[in-house]
């Protein structure tokens, strides 16, 4: 034991702090997606199989505890099967490379960006002053297209009128979530999953957990006109802003949507 952490150099401290930065990650994860308990087991059987395979040399327990980590990585993949493909897209959006490559291009390109969001921007605005409930949901389409198809499809451009029509009161597709997707309105009336999270405000109804859902499980931006207050709140990544006027929402959309 003493021979290795004399042994104990700078590429072991880096792997103990990767493996930590690894697990706070999954942690951050699983509380954001309601699967913690579940992860916390996991690592409570890991700290019983390691203490009696290596440090007790239980064999019989050990082989037991062996097999069922065996079985147990195939039934994890299955049980996580969304949680596993969220944090590879996570990955992939998160990284540094991906930030200075989008930082860059929105340097030429905020403009555009601002000019296409500004319809949306507008029809938010508007059914704010008037209280009018909306849902809208901006993302890609391989991480909605189950989403997309739980509603009715539109394919129209994204228009402020077009988007108003949609959420007035008396519209038969004014229930559920708009989806956009490119510079598109791909579908409404979609039914998305409700974040069972504890952190969320008792004012939030069923749309703000329907918004916080999606962004939970997706990099979806999702925004939310409330129908009581006509607050505008953004929903990314497992968070939200609320209180958001028509410049901040612009700026909101134009820094998170990919």
């Known amino acids: 034991m003493i021979d290795y952490f004399v042994s104990f150099?700078?590429?072991?401290?880096?792997?103990?702090?990767?493996?930590?930065?690894?697990?706070?990650?999954?942690?951050?994860?699983m509380k954001r997606?309601?699967?913690?308990?579940?992860?916390?087991?996991?690592l409570v059987f890991i700290f019983v199989w390691i203490i009696v395979s290596q440090v007790l040399k239980m064999q019989l327990?050990?082989?037991?505890?062996d097999k069922l980590v065996d079985v147990g990585v195939i039934a994890l993949?299955?049980?996580?099967a969304d949680d596993i493909r969220h944090f590879f897209r996570d990955i992939g959006t998160s990284t540094r490379t991906r930030k200075v490559i989008h930082w860059l291009s929105r340097r030429h390109h905020v403009k555009g960006d601002v000019s296409k969001w500004e319809p949306v921007v507008k029809a938010c605005e508007s059914m704010s002053r008037h209280k009018q409930g909306a849902l809208i949901v901006i993302g890609q389409s391989d991480?909605?297209?189950?989403?997309?198809?739980?509603?009715?499809?539109?394919?129209?451009?994204?228009?402020?009128?077009?988007?108003?029509n949609i959420f007035f009161k008396n519209s038969p597709l004014h229930d559920g979530a708009m989806i956009i997707v490119g510079d598109r309105i791909e579908a409404a009336s979609c039914i998305l999953p409700v974040s069972q999270s504890e952190d969320l405000p008792k004012s939030f109804g069923l749309r703000h957990r329907s918004a916080m859902g999606i962004a939970e499980k997706t990099n979806a931006v999702a925004?939310?006109?409330s129908?009581?207050?006509?607050?505008i709140s953004g929903f990314h990544k497992g968070s939200f802003q609320r209180n958001l006027t028509a410049e901040d929402l612009l700026r909101y959309l134009v820094e998170n949507v990919r």
């Open 143 to 164: 991480e909605l297209h189950d989403v997309m198809a739980s509603g009715e499809q539109v394919n129209g451009n994204i228009n402020q009128l077009l988007i108003e």
């Open 9 to 29: 150099g700078i590429k072991d401290i880096v792997d103990v702090l990767c493996v930590s930065l690894l697990l706070f990650y999954l942690y951050k994860l």
């Open 223 to 225: 925004v939310v006109v």
């Open 227 to 231: 129908e009581e207050t006509g607050q």
């Open 61 to 65: 327990l050990g082989a037991v505890l």
């Open 33 to 42: 997606t309601g699967s913690l308990n579940m992860f916390i087991g996991i």
């Open 77 to 80: 993949i299955v049980l996580f």
